[in-house]
Nanobody, 126 residues
Framework: QVQLVESGGGLVQSGDSLTLTCAVSGRTFGTTLAWFRHAPGREREFVAAISFPAITTHYTDSVKGRFTISMNDARNALYLQMTILKPEDTAVYSC????????????????????WGQGTQVTVSS
């Protein structure tokens, strides 16, 4: 079992920065952790993933150079540092875990993740 709890969402202006945190507990060694986002009227979208413990990362093209996924040294917190935020980044952001390890072909597919947090709203005003 893996437990995930997100925090850090809010209302910001275009160009601002925001960091999301996902508290991670349970059996996480060998797990892929990811951030997804879900905007109204759109399908859930992959944002970024990180492997544990190897710390390999992967990003969707629209956030490369703006967002950074990372973990703390204790490996009990997952972060998403977001910079140069745009109105199109507005969504509910959720963290997710796949205990089957780093599988490049499955990274971006929500159906491949077993564990999910409840989500945190990020709203970017123009």
């Amino acid at each position: 079992q893996v437990q995930l709890v997100e925090s850090g969402g809010g209302l910001v202006q275009s160009g601002d920065s925001l960091t999301l945190t996902c508290a991670v507990s349970g059996r996480t060694f060998g797990t892929t952790l990811a951030w997804f986002r879900h905007a109204p009227g759109r399908e859930r979208e992959f944002v970024a993933a990180i492997s544990f413990p190897a710390i390999t990362t992967h990003y969707t093209d629209s956030v490369k150079g703006r967002f950074t996924i990372s973990m703390n040294d204790a490996r009990n917190a997952l972060y998403l540092q977001m910079t140069i935020l745009k109105p199109e980044d507005t969504a509910v952001y959720s963290c997710a875990a796949d205990r089957r390890g780093w599988r490049p072909a499955a990274l971006t597919l929500p159906s491949e993740y077993t564990y999910w947090g409840q989500g945190t709203q990020v709203t970017v005003s123009s």
